[in-house]
């Protein structure tokens, strides 16, 4: 019996845990996939896991596979924040009218976007890596806040700000 795990996202899940019980533990292909032979007299569960998902179904039982070759379809419920951090400007910083604003930004499984805001006000979205914005920032002088919010494909999303001084 040869069961093929399939994990189904529009994003593959690579390095993801597949445990055959009894029968070991491999990882996921760079497509989210993995092919394994197993006996036919093979009795035991199927799981996978991957950091900050809950995989759906969580275990698949002999019984569920029916076929000599099995597709084994587990969705993840994406439950982790992307992790964002304002690099330029530092907390507390200063800048020329004239600059990139950065941030470090990653995810689980994949960003989707950025929103920068300035005071509360948008003034950029940026949709793929590096998560930079060149932006000029005029006439403007004296404190501000910079606020970056990082999103990813399941809608969740975490913010960071600081306050910076324009020169």
């Known amino acids: 019996m ?26 996921t292909d ?19 896991s991957f950091p900050g998902c809950i995989m759906l179904p969580s275990t698949i039982s002999l019984n569920q596979i029916q076929t000599d070759t099995q597709v084994v379809e587990f969705s993840c419920q994406d439950v982790q924040s992307p992790v964002i951090q304002i690099t330029t400007p530092k907390n507390n910083g200063t800048i020329n009218r004239s600059a990139i604003i950065r941030s470090d930004t990653t995810d689980n499984i994949a960003v989707t976007r950025v929103v920068w805001s300035l005071d509360g006000r948008e003034i950029g979205t940026i949709t793929s890596a590096p998560w930079t914005l060149a932006y000029q920032f005029n006439k403007m002088s004296g404190w501000h806040i910079l606020t970056a919010q990082a999103f990813d494909a399941s809608g969740n999303q975490s913010t960071s700000s600081v306050r910076f001084k324009i020169r």
Do not use: D, H, R
Not at 33 to 47: A, M, Q, R
């Open 2 to 27: 040869i069961a093929l795990l399939v994990f189904l996202l529009s994003v593959p899940l690579p390095n993801a845990t597949v445990t055959f019980s009894p029968g070991g533990t491999v990882t």
């Open 30 to 48: 760079t497509q989210g996939k993995y092919s394994k032979e197993l006996p036919k007299s093979w009795s035991g569960t199927i799981t996978a």
